[in-house]
Nanobody
Framework: QVQLVESGGGSVQPGGSLRLSCAAS????????VGWFRQAPGKEREIVAA????????????SVKGRFSISRDISRDISRNTVTLQMNSLKPEDTAVYYC????????????WGQGTPVTVSS
């Protein structure tokens, strides 16, 4: 069983920055892909970024390329990792609840989800 706990959401003005963290633990966590998703009111959930914990390969959604950066800190305890989403040049349209999720490498479905953390970009 994988546990995911997000932190770091909040409010910021347009052009500002926020850093979200996802503490991942449980099982052979290095076999997983961890992704950040977001869902704004009235909109479908979309993937923002993802990273493979073992190799650090990264993926970004088109709307955040060049502004957001995903990274992972590999703990000596391979069952625990932290995935960070650095968000720069934030725009009002980035306002959403951000979720951390994990899936097994080779799987198409994210099956483990965090509780979500809200991000508001407003002047």
């Amino acid at each position: 069983q994988v546990q995911l706990v997000e932190s770091g959401g909040g409010s910021v003005q347009p052009g500002g920055s926020l850093r979200l963290s996802c503490a991942a633990s449980g099982g052979s966590i290095n076999m997983y892909v961890v992704g950040w998703f977001r869902q704004a009111p009235g909109k479908e959930r979309e993937i923002v970024a993802a990273i493979t914990l073992s190799e650090g390969r990264k993926y970004y959604g088109e709307s955040v390329k060049g502004r957001f950066s995903i990274s992972r800190d590999i703990s000596r305890d391979i069952s625990r990792n932290t995935v960070t989403l650095q968000m720069n040049s934030l725009k009002p349209e980035d306002t959403a609840v951000y979720y951390c999720a994990a899936k097994y490498r080779g799987s198409s479905e994210y099956v483990y989800w965090g509780q979500g953390t809200p991000v508001t970009v407003s002047s």
